[in-house]
């Protein structure tokens, strides 16, 4: 099972492959068309089948609107879970 692990000096986050699924998407979905085109590359190992994205040659500004974008989405998905639908 593929997932993700979030860690700061304070906390950590992990998830499962459908709980990353749906976040990966819905962050991509509240991204402007010129921010996907500056993330293309990190969502691009999604495109090959695998089930991560690749985050570590994004600089400050990029990182820093993902992590802005993901936010969105887990406060979107907190008030619209998915219903019955698998991403």
Not at 29 to 48: G, W
Request: with cysteine.
């Amino acid at each position: 099972m593929a997932g993700t692990n979030f860690l700061t000096n304070s906390s950590t986050w992990t998830s499962g492959s459908i709980a990353f699924s749906s976040i990966v998407e819905r962050t991509w979905q509240h991204l402007t068309t010129r921010e996907q085109r500056l993330l293309t590359d990190s969502y691009a190992p999604l495109e090959h089948g695998f089930e991560f994205i690749d985050l570590n040659d994004l600089d400050e500004d990029c990182f820093r609107v993902f992590c802005e974008k993901c936010s969105l989405a887990l406060a979107h998905f907190r008030v619209n879970p998915p219903q019955n639908e698998l991403p």
